[in-house]
């Protein structure tokens, strides 16, 4: 109870702290283009209406992208991570590719696949596959060879050594990695829907600030920023939940 109080309490700080310096900054440049604080959130409250079905799009392409780049880079990064056949052919793949930005495949995939959720989509899935990818092999790599053996000496089989062995020691790397991504989700998110689309809180922003809707166009600004602490919370949420061993100190 005193740790969520904490939170809580540095959330409200922090929260302060920024509508504090945001305020002195729109005083000091005294231009329309930075409103003061006040104006953009009395601005949030009456267009929040007008803002939810945008909202929700955007939290249904960053789930559903998620869910696909987690778990598709979270299976085969542990399988490459455990096996050095594997390792030896996916290392030099992932070497070369893990580097190269993937916004660059925004233009390709508008040709392929149009306007809408799916280019967003598989950009943000490619994005977090292969981070995720990245984190869950370096873990699987870094288990003790002698943990595995030990286990492995009271027969245990390969399925009894990932179920408690691999995954156990993953999972808080992985989980990681997943609050990494959600941050890294919202930035491409942002980016496809802003380039691409006629929904979601990016095509918001970008279409007030069209109109020189400033006020508006940070009220979407905003709410991009509560739904990235929303999730940011739900993921700390599902650690709790899913890795009770781990004790943390949030």
């Given at each position: 109870m005193k740790l969520r109080l904490k939170k809580i309490i540095g959330y409200i700080g922090a929260t302060i702290a920024i509508l504090?310096?945001?305020?002195?900054?729109?005083?000091?440049?005294?231009?329309?283009?930075?409103?003061?604080?006040v104006i953009s959130l009395a601005q949030l409250y009456y267009s929040f209406p007008d803002m939810l079905p945008h909202l929700g799009i955007s939290l249904w392409r960053i789930l559903a992208a998620m869910f696909i780049?987690?778990?598709?880079?979270?299976?085969?990064?542990?399988?490459?991570?455990?096996?050095?056949?594997?390792d030896l052919v996916a290392?030099?793949?992932l070497y070369v590719l893990y580097p190269v930005p993937k916004v660059v495949f925004v233009p390709v995939l508008?040709?392929?696949?149009?306007?809408?959720?799916?280019?967003?989509?598989?950009?943000?899935a490619i994005v977090i596959f292969f981070q995720t990818m990245v984190t869950a092999r370096d873990s699987a790599k870094s288990i003790s060879p002698d943990l595995v053996?030990?286990?492995?000496?009271?027969?245990?089989?390969?399925?009894?050594i990932a179920r408690h062995v691999v995954i156990p020691y993953t999972l808080p790397n992985i989980f990681t990695a997943l609050r990494i991504s959600a941050?890294?989700?919202i930035a491409v998110l942002f980016?496809?829907?802003?380039?691409?689309?006629?929904?979601?809180?990016?095509?918001?922003?970008?279409?007030?600030?069209?109109?020189?809707?400033?006020?508006?166009?940070?009220?979407?600004?905003?709410?991009?920023?509560?739904?990235?602490?929303?999730?940011?919370?739900?993921?700390?949420?599902?650690?709790?939940?899913?890795?009770?061993?781990?004790?943390?100190?949030?």
């Open positions: 504090l310096g945001w305020a002195l900054l729109a005083l000091l440049i005294d231009n329309p283009a930075l409103p003061q604080p780049g987690i778990t598709g880079g979270a299976i085969l990064g542990l399988l490459v991570g455990r096996s050095p056949r594997a290392a030099p793949l508008l040709v392929l696949m149009g306007l809408g959720s799916a280019p967003a989509i598989t950009l943000i053996l030990s286990v492995r000496s009271l027969g245990a089989s390969k399925l009894d941050g890294t989700a980016l496809t829907e802003s380039i691409a689309g006629n929904t979601g809180i990016g095509f918001y922003v970008i279409n007030e600030w069209g109109r020189m809707n400033f006020p508006a166009m940070f009220a979407g600004i905003i709410a991009m920023a509560l739904m990235g602490v929303i999730m940011y919370e739900a993921i700390n949420l599902a650690e709790r939940r899913f890795i009770r061993w781990k004790s943390t100190a949030e």
